[in-house]
């Protein structure tokens, strides 16, 4: 006989509204933390990936994981800015620009403790090669002067960077004029001033990082061989994407793994919650099981007819999950990325893989959950069924 009608399986879950619901709420909390931890990495991901350009390149001394540890002479900054592969603006002047970054403590607002920040001595150039950060209050800051622009996040989250501020570090006091958006970048938990004031203040005497724009997008490698063939130089070349999705794997991991942890520790009473409704509803089912078996249908139907209804509510619970995921986009968190040591805000990020993986991973409780009583309601004698029945 032919398999057993899905609205027998529907009809079944309709029946038991509260069982059904608790069950399925379950796997839905567990599929809501399985899912915000793959928007927390997504979202971390997401910011340092899109804080780079592909067409900027990023010169840092070779060894370095981060500007911070890096250190570049004034001799081979310039060797960098005299190569043909950097490009020219309409006025003639290289999209080139020498940068210094330097971690400062401030005090955050939420929790009035400090935290480390990025403090990136830069250009107007430098500011022309990120064009992601806009201005959104005050003016640019003007190069020779103790000036600074602090990204939104840090305006936000940390006290005392308000407009018109004042901030001392550096042995030198800084005037707070202004406040850009990196919009969904790491640029937003930056402060940024003049490179060469930055250099003056901190006692260095060289760069932390060289950044410059392609002429040729497609020249990487051959800008990149060359510069490494060039004795002068002992630094390496990253694409500025390539650097900042490299700043994202250490914290990457350990979230993810955190999270795939936690996940398995609740998919287990989730499992086992699903499992104890299903071998409840064949308890309770057992003169029906009989009457179907009775009626020809196969125990292969029987089998998929319960496997189904498992599979059904552990659906319901997965989409559940993600809808209730869903919310955590419209907030943000702000860590520290032990890459560099210094605070990074960023947002849940909600993508299409991400809902597929966590209904996948509900379907896959489920089928768990539900193979056990399924197979025993399948292994049932039809007398003996009838009889309990």
Partial sequence: MSRIPFQYVWRNLLTRKLTTLLTAGGMALVVFVFAT?????????????ATGSPHNVLAIRKGSQTEVQSGISRPEAAIIETDPGVAYDAQGQRRLSKETVVLISLTKKAINQPANVVVRGTSAMGMALRPQARLIAGRPF??????????RA????????????????GRREWQVVGIFDGGKTGFNSEIWGDAEQMLQAFRRLGYSAVLFE???????????????????LTLEYKRETQFYADQSEVMAKFITILGMVLSGIFSIGAIIGAMITMYAAVANRVGEIGALRALGFRRSSILGAFLAESLLLSLLGGIAGVMLASTMQWFGISTMNWQTFSELAFTFSLT????????????????????????????????DALRAG
């Avoid at 840090?154 to 570090?169: H, K, S």
């Fill in 214 to 232: 392609l002429a040729d997008p497609g020249s990487f490698e051959t800008v990149s061989r060359r510069l490494l063939a060039d004795p002068r």
């Fill in 142 to 151: 003007r190069p020779g002067r103790a000036e600074i622009v602090v990204g």
């Fill in 37 to 49: 931890v793959l928007m927390l990495d997504a979202g971390l991901r997401q910011t340092l990936e």
């Fill in 154 to 169: 840090i305006a936000e989250g940390f006290a005392g960077v308000q407009l018109g501020a004042t901030l001392r570090f």
């Fill in 352 to 383: 299409p893989a991400i809902v597929l993986k966590s209904l996948g991973f509900a379907l896959f409780m489920g089928l768990i959950g539900g193979f056990l009583p399924a197979a025993r309601a399948a292994r049932m004698n039809i007398v």
